[in-house]
């Protein structure tokens, strides 16, 4: 796993009633080496084969915890630190309802997702506001970053995928560099 990035695996308490777990506890995170202050929380459904990604803010990062609250999704990470040792290197994790593991992603990353069940819901926690002047990504197919998205594993071709434009229009990890490449 990249260095930063946190994967929590609550514990669950069920009975006949159903479940309870606490996915935000600031003492647990301190734990995790995770000091960060959470300002903002964001909501979002998508229907299956549904991918949003990768983004991020080049000024006013933020970092992220995330969690699936209905559903099932491939959550990806791209290291953009500048200095980094695993600069340019991705991380790839399930997360769902089932398996209930939250992710935390430091500032500095690019984060996509793919959903892999119908009706998808996820909620994440982040570290600053959204700051749409800021607003960057990489595109989520770039060759020189390779990701496996396990398209064939879920029964999907690319052209299945429902991408925004936006996202299929951005640009790749070597422009970024070129650009100056630096997340603050």
């Given at each position: 796993m990249i260095k930063g990035l946190v994967v929590?695996?609550?514990k669950i308490y069920s009975d006949e009633r159903g479940f309870f777990y606490e996915f935000f506890n600031r003492q647990q995170l301190l734990k995790y080496g995770v000091n960060e202050e959470f300002v903002q929380g964001n909501h979002s459904k998508s229907s299956f084969g549904v991918l949003?990604?990768?983004h991020?803010?080049?000024?006013r990062a933020q970092g992220k915890l995330?969690?699936?609250l209905r559903g099932e999704i491939l959550d990806v990470v791209v290291d953009l630190r500048k200095g980094s040792e695993t600069f340019g290197e991705?991380?790839?994790i399930v997360l769902s309802e089932s398996n209930r593991k939250i992710l935390f992603v430091p500032k500095g990353f690019a984060h996509g997702f793919l959903t892999l069940k119908e009706n998808t819901e996820i909620e994440y926690l982040c570290t600053d506001f959204y700051a749409p002047d800021f607003d960057s990504g990489i595109l989520w197919n770039d060759k020189d970053l390779n990701i496996d998205w396990e398209l064939e594993k879920y029964d999907l071709k690319e052209d299945d995928l429902i991408?925004?434009?936006?996202d299929k229009n951005q640009g790749t990890l070597k422009e970024f560099i070129e650009k100056g490449g630096e997340i603050n």
């Open positions: 929590i695996e609550p949003r990604g990768l991020f803010q080049i000024q995330i969690r699936v991705y991380f790839k991408i925004s434009e936006k």
